[in-house]
């Protein structure tokens, strides 16, 4: 699909930051308020903008803290509907949180949630591992978040500013 330049300037703001306002975005391109609304619904409606993400570090609120897993995933292919099935049958699971094709060593990459590794190691034996056409699987947990969809993570900040450069 083709995008107006109206279309591609509000894309580009709104990918900076999700939660600026129509009126703001309006004064910044010289369009009307409700002009740049009917943009972003249609870009909406065009499944063009997927959703608008928030960040929340729920490792900072007592008891919402979570351990994220990144999961390799070995797969069979079907015959006509290659990684397609297995892709859907594993991200109907309420811990997937992401699942990519990938190129390389394997050919799925899943990131998971739970509370504990006993719970993703529980998902991953009990649900994934046991699907049919998956042949392997290779976890890998997140130990800590330096940055996250462009954003760095607070306390990292200092850190990148300084950089040490060896001889």
Known sequence: MKLTTEELNILSILDDNHSVSAKSI????????????KL?????DEKIIVSYPTLIDWNKIEGKETIVAMIDVKV?????????EVAEQIYRYPE???LYLMSGTYDLSVTVEGKTMKEIA?????KLATLENVVSTTSH???????HDGVIIEG??????RMVVSP
């Open 26 to 37: 309006a004064m910044q391109l010289g369009l009307t308020e409700e002009n740049v609304k």
């Open 40 to 44: 972003i619904k249609k870009l909406e």
């Open 76 to 84: 069979t292919p079907q015959r006509s509907v290659g990684f397609d």
């Open 96 to 98: 997937v949180t992401s």
């Open 122 to 126: 529980l998902f991953v034996s009990n």
């Open 141 to 147: 947990f997140i130990l800590k978040k330096y940055k």
């Open 156 to 161: 990292n900040e200092d850190k990148d500013r």
